[in-house]
């Protein structure tokens, strides 16, 4: 026999020690993955030594969580970088499996009792930040005064945002009396539920800020709860019960435009954010846009006029910091109606500002 230079155990030993079973470690050996430190060669005994544990344990916990062998070979073998990068796409894939399986879990036990499938889409994640970048400014302001005459119930309202699923469309929806956002989003994969839901807006914010970086984000809208799925786990909102004013009743009643002017989204926004009162006027007519005060002429495309039209200048600048591109369309129909402010880079957004009654201002 071979003189022993190390402390050995037998299999059994071993096996125990280590948490895998005998056969275990028989097959181990056989792939390669772990071969015992001697084996006696006329009886074919395995011996391990104790310096093998450290690996053994390693082993046994990849095959807890179902590493597969090839990967768990460049694991036990490979650099940590690597064995890093292994571990944690074979996490991303199992907790992916798992919510899939929850939500097949779900929709079979309400197909069962009968009831309504939750709401469930699937979005990009950077598009969903985009979406609420450009929305949530749109709410009322969480320090917002109520005013006598205004119904406090519809300030709890307007500090959220509405969710909104239907048709194969997602809308999110900011309003603050003064302006309305709308942002459309179409969904990657959905079930074709449709749902709604309002949600605070600081919640909607911080829930941009997980899902930026995510590729697809799966939301679902089930009860007071919107729960939200990606490569960078899950998140849960709680939603807000009330009534959103009807915000497609008020894009529908916008007067068709009679007046239209492109302008340079930037120079329009810079030019709003001087020492300004608290009304400027446009003056718009065929090619010409002036800003006054300060008593400036801006290069721009107008069609239509003429017409003067009133805003308060943070509405407005609000309205073009939301918008994208390098260039903004103004479409106006009468002087104290809505604007819709539009941007030729993005259809799929929409902003109503209110303007300022110029005969109530000197």
Not at 57 to 76: K, T
Request: glycine share 8%; charged share 25%; with cysteine.
């Amino acid at each position: 026999m071979a003189a022993v230079t190390s402390p050995e155990l037998s299999i059994g030993a071993f096996a125990h020690l280590v948490g895998l079973t005998p056969s275990a470690l028989r097959f181990y050996d056989d792939c390669g993955l772990l071969h015992p430190a001697r084996v006696d060669p006329g009886s074919g005994y395995r011996w391990y030594a104790v310096s093998q544990e450290p690996r053994a344990r390693l082993l046994a916990e990849l095959r807890v969580v179902d590493l597969p062998l090839v990967s768990a070979r460049a694991v036990l073998d490979g650099s940590p970088e690597e064995a890093t990068r292994l571990l944690e796409d074979h996490l991303a894939a199992v907790e992916g499996k798992a919510a899939l399986t929850r939500r097949a879990v779900t929709d079979a036990l309400t197909d069962l009792h009968g009831g309504q499938r939750p709401c469930r889409f699937t979005l990009s994640g950077p598009e969903l930040a985009s979406a609420v970048r450009q929305v949530a400014p749109a709410a009322a302001a969480a320090d917002r005064v109520t005013l006598p005459g205004e119904d406090p119930a519809l300030d709890e309202v307007l500090r959220c945002a509405l969710l909104e699923v239907d048709a194969g469309e997602v809308r999110l929806v900011a309003s603050d009396r003064y302006r309305l956002s709308v942002r459309t989003l179409h969904p990657r994969a959905g079930n074709d539920t449709a749902g709604r839901a309002l949600v605070p807006v600081p919640d909607l914010v911080d829930l941009a800020g997980w899902a930026r970086p995510q590729t697809e984000v799966t939301l679902t809208l089930e009860g007071d709860r919107i729960t939200a799925e990606g490569e960078g786990g899950s998140r849960r909102l709680a939603t807000r019960e009330g009534d959103f004013p009807a915000y497609q009743a008020i894009l529908d009643g916008v007067p068709a435009a009679t007046v239209r002017a492109m302008v340079a989204r930037e120079r329009l926004r810079s030019a709003l954010e001087e020492d300004l009162p608290e009304v400027v006027v446009l003056e718009l007519r065929e090619g010409h846009f002036a800003l006054d005060p300060p008593g400036l002429r801006l290069d721009a495309v107008v069609v239509g006029g003429p017409m003067r039209v009133g805003f308060a200048p943070p509405l407005l600048r609000a309205a073009l910091e939301a918008s994208v591109g390098p260039e903004v369309m103004l479409e106006l129909s009468e002087p104290n109606r809505p604007v819709l402010v539009r941007s030729a880079d993005q259809g799929t957004f929409t902003t109503l500002v209110m303007p300022y009654r110029l005969d109530h201002h000197g």
